[in-house]
């Protein structure tokens, strides 16, 4: 279907985020429903600066906590939350033992848009989910190239890139989030209004296929 | 009849957003919905200052985010709305909320009005007493001696010891849902259970 004047989306996105993993799949499937490419961009989450910082060890042992208890009860269910809607999806979420630095995998967002924007969707499917299964370790870059040659996308100048224009790129873009009142994922932004959270879908689609009708309230889909 | 268990608080956008939502859902799905009090927080939006670190930055943001998308669903969903100018309360009302007898969705209907239509302050006296009046229940259920208030944060603790976070939450046969958006959750659920 082909409407007129479809406003710009654009998506942020964290590979370490559980609400980015679980707004994946109904954002992949607007997108392919409606017969467009969003533009799909990085916001690497600094969570220790307003959610504390923890880390556990293999068996599951907190050795490392610098979290208040109202903060651990909403990472709580945040978790409890994502891992269900994950499972509806067929997903596996599993806790994450630390806060990750997801900087190289999100790069790797931008140069596969760059490189080719088509096969974005299985990068990102297949870097999001065996990383919430655990079996990815997303701070090694030779781990990423590997995800992005799996999504057959060429990986020959990947490393200088996060090394040098792609970090330059991607740090920018991350300086600029809080001036712009942006502040965590997934985030829809439009050329004139933004929306964090993956229960804004139904507005966000009733905006792409020309405000018909009443506007839907927000809803997590099925 | 199932039995749906929803904690809210009337100062709370978001429960006053989800409330008229919920009472629709009620009547589509025949649900016998439990209202529960839950006081949250109070959430005036911090203003801006100098040398801010990046989680006050973070956490500033994301409440006036929230709170021009809450005054967008409430024009998407036809219902006034204005935030109060002043850090009103909801304590008194939010803790007589148990100690009603028969129907309670008038009071809390109006208890919702009063606070997000008029910017009625809910912890004031007088203002519940015609609160109570006004949605036809007894003003005697304030002349109780226990201390109404700390039975309210009693409470609150024991849903938070529960895993309720914020408001609302949806209960619903011992799982827990922060927010409208997980209607078509519990509404798939109902149905599957039919």
Not at chain 1, 204 to 222: F, M, Q
Not at chain 2, 28 to 40: A, C, G, R, V
């Amino acid at each position: 279907m082909v409407y007129s004047k479809i406003p710009k989306l654009i998506i942020y996105i964290d590979v370490k985020s559980p609400y980015a993993f679980v707004a994946l799949k109904p954002t992949l499937a607007l997108e392919k429903d409606l017969g467009l490419l969003f533009d799909w961009k990085p916001l690497t989450l600094d969570i220790p600066s307003y959610l504390g910082s923890a880390r556990k060890n293999d068996s599951g042992k907190l050795i490392e906590n610098n979290r208040s208890k109202s903060q651990w009860s909403g990472v709580k269910y945040a978790y409890r939350d994502a891992r269900r809607y994950a499972n509806i999806q067929g997903k596996t979420l599993l806790g994450t033992q630390k806060i990750w630095d997801s900087s190289i995998a999100n790069i790797g967002v931008t140069w596969v848009s760059t490189q080719d924007r088509q096969r974005l969707p299985d990068y990102l499917i297949n870097i999001f989910n065996p990383f919430w299964k655990r079996e990815l370790d997303i701070e090694n870059i030779q781990v990423v190239s590997e995800i992005i040659r799996l999504s057959k996308v060429t990986t020959k100048g990947f490393k200088e890139y996060v090394a040098g224009e792609g970090k330059k790129k991607h740090d920018l873009l991350q300086a600029s989030f809080h001036k712009r009142g942006i502040f965590g994922v997934p985030t829809y932004e439009f050329p004139d209004e933004f929306f964090f959270g993956r229960e804004h879908l139904p507005y966000v689609r009733w905006r792409l296929t020309g405000c018909e009708g009443e506007a839907p309230d927000i809803a997590y889909l099925l | 009849m199932t039995v749906l268990k929803i904690y809210i608080d009337f100062k709370s956008p978001e429960s006053y957003l989800a409330f008229h939502q919920t009472v629709t859902f009620e009547k589509e799905h025949n649900l016998d919905i439990s209202w529960k009090p839950f006081l949250t927080k109070s959430r005036t939006t911090p203003l801006p200052k100098k040398n801010e670190t990046k989680g006050e930055t973070h956490l500033r943001i994301r409440e006036e985010h929230k709170k021009s998308l809450n005054l967008k669903y409430a024009k998407i969903l036809n219902l006034p709305m204005k935030y109060p100018r002043d850090e009103n309360q909801s304590d008194l009302a939010l803790s007589l909320l148990p100690k009603l007898s028969g129907e309670t969705k008038d009071y809390i209907t109006l208890a919702f009005h009063y606070f997000w239509q008029q910017n009625f302050d809910l912890n004031n006296r007088d203002t519940v007493i015609e609160l109570l009046k006004a949605s036809k229940k007894e003003t005697t259920v304030l002349d109780v001696e226990e201390d109404l208030i700390q039975t309210l944060i009693h409470d609150t603790e024991l849903a938070k010891q529960s895993g309720v976070i914020a408001t609302p939450t949806y209960e619903l046969e011992g799982d827990l849902f922060l927010g409208r958006e997980h209607l078509p959750w519990i509404k798939k659920h109902l149905t599957n259970n039919r």
